[in-house]
């Protein structure tokens, strides 16, 4: 077993030297033109550092990808950031990870160095077009890799933190080694696989097809933005670049279910079709299963904490409209805990906090010792010896074939007029009428609303037609107060339907 994941490259430039690794719009690297860039752009990492966070402002592109290697062989960890930021988050994130160093293009070197001023990092400007013909391992491997070991970090990835303060999940390198290790197998994927990347680099689904294709010799499509604005240009793309693995948020499937893109038109050769991030609605599901009847669907879960995800479903049996789609099984050397209230196994179909120990588990939250001691908590199962477990904050429970029902947040379990609510619940209500595109149920507790906000081409389907249906199926303490129709859900920049924008709409 590796202790750093830049050994994938390693073996696979080895393996594949002349075979296509990864494509953006402007760029084409091969396995051995990855690796000896990547090798190039170590060299301009200072050989004393170790373990440091080094942060890359780059777009998604190839280059990026080089950034995040070299960064590896130097034997220390990548931080990717968000170019569409605005300043303001950029600063609070630096602030926080006061990173040695930034990776950046020639023409942003000035925007960096307005919000990291006060940490004050070296800002490199690699020139990555600096590439030779020579043949792999021309460039040597630098000594630097050997003292890394499998508990180092790997990446850092900032989220959204409840206090409005972004916050650094600190990954390791056996967590993803464990991850892909298990996805390799669970998926069978081989040099011969051809994938599709949606996520942003910052997002940690990214890892997965970056990762994928390190291992297995896979080639890796980074998809142009644009195909995104328009749904049409997505199934083109696919189509064009012959994308056989693709692994995205359900919101851009919705899309492209609600515009009925699939029907009668070429379609690409899909044959695993992977989501995660938010709740699929078994009716965009079923649509998208109708059009690639042979394709692998599956359902995976997981917070960024754990290193992408912690349970899978493979679609294997057929789901009514407003039935919930599994979030499965653990993965491979991953225990799922759900825990009630008083902090023991929950029993039956008792609803209860998923919890998970394993190798997944993140390092903990960058510089905030206090946060991660909250979230990575000693297992109350265990009092024998010191043993981590996440509380994801999700609550679930079993379904009668022992698979796990994601219901939705602790935090988003209200209380409305005396009941205690699952936003969750209502949402999937929601989703399974007809007419009902795309929905969102979100809380303002400052107006005691429950707020849906729905697309629908459906003309007649108007609040009074929604509320009537509702109540066939919801109690009345549960049909929504407030609806909104739009003609798009908003999106974040992961690409998940935006509820802080909608709550703020309110």
């Known amino acids: 077993m590796f202790s750093s994941c830049v050994c994938y490259l390693e ?30 752009l170590s060299g301009l990492i200072p050989a004393e550092w170790t373990n440091q966070p080094i942060a890359v402002y780059l777009p998604k592109s190839a280059d990026a990808i080089v950034a995040f290697m070299g960064i590896l062989y130097s034997g220390n960890f990548y931080v990717p950031l968000d170019p569409k930021s605005p300043a303001e988050r950029l600063a609070k994130v630096v602030q926080n990870l006061s990173p040695r160093a930034v990776i950046t293009g020639a023409g942003q070197v000035g925007f960096v160095g307005k919000f990291s001023a006060a940490a004050k990092p070296r800002i490199i400007v690699p020139n990555l077009d600096d590439a030779s013909d020579s043949k792999t391992g021309s460039v040597p491997l630098p000594d630097r890799i050997k003292r890394v070991i499998d508990t180092d970090p790997i990446y850092c990835i900032y989220t959204s933190g409840s206090t409005g303060e972004p916050k650094g999940v600190l990954i390791p390198h056996r967590g993803v080694i464990d991850y892909i290790e298990w996805a390799t197998s669970c998926y069978g994927i081989t040099e011969n696989e051809v994938i599709g990347n949606q996520s942003p680099f910052f997002f940690d689904n990214s890892t997965l097809d970056i990762y994928l294709m390190l291992k297995t010799g896979a080639t890796l499509f980074l998809l142009p933005e644009i ?81 992408v995800d912690c349970t899978y479903y493979n679609v294997d049996r057929e789901f009514g409209e407003s039935d919930s789609l599994p979030i499965g099984i653990p993965c491979r050397n991953t225990d799922i805990l759900v825990l009630n209230g008083e902090n023991l196994l929950v029993k039956g179909d008792e609803i209860g906090e998923l919890c998970v120990r394993g190798s997944s588990l993140a390092l903990g939250y960058w510089n905030d010792r206090a946060k991660t001691d909250s979230a990575f908590a000693q297992n109350p199962l265990n009092p024998h010896y010191p043993e981590k477990i996440y509380h994801t904050g999700d609550l679930v429970k079993y379904n009668e074939q022992g698979e796990l029902l994601f219901l939705g947040r602790k935090d988003s379990q209200i209380k409305h007029a005396g009941y205690r609510i699952e936003l969750g619940e209502i949402e999937t209500a929601v989703s399974g009428l007809k007419g009902i595109d795309h929905a969102c149920v979100v809380y303002q507790a400052e107006k005691a609303a429950i707020a849906l906000f729905y697309v629908s081409g459906d003309l007649a389907l108007d609040e009074t037609t929604i509320r009537k249906a509702l109540s066939e199926v919801l109690p009345k303490y549960m049909i929504p107060t407030v609806f909104r129709k739009l003609e798009t859900l908003p999106l974040n920049a992961n690409g998940k339907v935006d509820r802080l924008a909608l709550r703020k709409s309110l």
């Open 11 to 40: 073996e696979t430039a080895a393996k594949f030297p002349d075979k296509l690794a990864v494509v953006d719009e402007h760029q084409r690297y091969t396995f051995r033109e990855l690796r000896e860039r990547a090798l190039r």
């Open 227 to 307: 195909v995104f604005a328009f749904p049409v240009k997505l199934i083109d793309y696919l189509c064009a670049n012959c994308i056989t693995f693709i692994f995205w948020v359900p919101s851009v499937m919705i899309q492209v279910t609600n515009l009925n893109l699939l029907e009668g038109r070429q379609l690409p050769p899909l044959g695993k079709v992977l989501f995660a991030g938010e709740v699929m609605p078994c009716k965009t599901l079923n649509y998208w299963r109708k059009h690639f009847p042979k394709a692998l669907f599956s359902n995976l879960y997981g917070p960024t904490e754990i290193t």
